[in-house]
């Protein structure tokens, strides 16, 4: 799923592609990335906390955001004052609260129920589902073990509402958010490595290999969907761009709907993925980690 992309990128290749290939070509080796994080995380939960193996994998699916909400921010303080500053300025805005709205908007409850129709249906049993008489009252129950997520999640949302009464970010704001960010990975990369869950395919297959083995095995994962990630979904969403702007969609929306949907697509399909594989727990400890990460360092 990913060759097409990396001989396309290695050779250039794809400078000249037209948009609906840039399209197929990169959301396709996104889709294959998004799988190789998955089985990397599950994998390294032989040998680290599942909590930091999860946080590695949230950081390393919303680094495109990252990419393009930077790319925006560099232009807007390069050119302070002038017409193209502030309109770059406008668009790292409009990428980023679009970014947070997708992610919890849609990817929070989207893989809620998702997780409620993978139990209902029989396919395949998930103690994280719970089943209650009457209508719409199933519910997906969070395990305690993603406690601290959630603290931390909450202490800086609670923070984020002081940040306009300062008049902006400043340097206090980024020394408070990145702390809690580097305190709450102190915390959980100190915790015990616990009962991983029994796995099944790939994982299953690299977790039987000798730590040796498997430890760059792991590493070679993450460091491979990362390039994937980093040098093939920017060219995709701004391939969504040109397509919606054919269509006369105008750019702010497209920046603050469609960019965000293509920068988030590793983390709800490799959230989707665990579902599928009855670990809800995981699925939302990635997407309370994901938020977690974007609250705070983005």
Do not use: C
Request: without cysteine; negative net charge; aromatic residues 12%.
């Amino acid at each position: 799923m990913t060759l097409p992309w990396v001989v396309s990128w290695a050779t250039g290749l794809s400078e000249g592609f037209a948009p609906l290939t840039v399209v197929s070509v990169a959301g396709l080796a996104v889709l294959g990335a998004s799988f190789l994080l998955a089985w990397g995380a599950e994998t390294a939960e032989k040998d680290v906390p599942r909590a930091f193996a999860i946080a590695v994998l949230a950081v390393l699916a919303v680094a495109p955001e990252y990419a393009v909400d930077a790319l925006y921010a560099w232009t807007a303080g390069a050119n302070v004052g002038t017409p193209r500053g502030a309109e770059a300025a406008n668009l790292a805005v409009a990428n980023m609260t679009g970014a947070n709205r997708i992610l919890i908007g849609l990817g929070w409850s989207g893989i809620a129920l998702f997780s409620i129709y993978k139990a209902t249906s029989g396919s395949r049993a998930d103690t994280s589902v719970v089943n209650r008489e009457g209508t719409l009252r199933d519910a997906v129950k969070l395990d305690p073990s993603i406690s601290t997520e959630i603290l931390f999640l909450f202490l800086a949302t609670v923070f984020a509402f002081f940040v306009p009464l300062n008049g902006g970010i400043d340097a206090i704001d980024t020394i408070v958010l990145v702390g809690l960010y580097v305190t709450y990975i102190a915390i959980i990369i100190r915790g015990d490595v616990e009962d991983h869950d029994e796995q099944i395919g790939v994982p299953a297959y690299f977790q039987a290999k000798p730590r040796g083995v498997r430890v760059p095995i792991v590493l070679a994962l993450f460091a491979y969907s990362g390039f994937l990630i980093f040098t093939a979904v920017e060219p995709f969403a701004h391939g969504l761009e040109s397509l919606g702007l054919r269509f006369g969609i105008p750019e702010f929306f497209m920046i603050q709907w469609i960019a965000p949907l293509a920068s988030e697509s590793p983390e709800l399909i490799v959230t989707a993925y665990l579902v599928n594989k009855a670990r809800s727990t995981a699925a939302f400890n990635a997407l309370i980690s994901s938020k977690l990460n974007q609250w705070t360092l983005l």
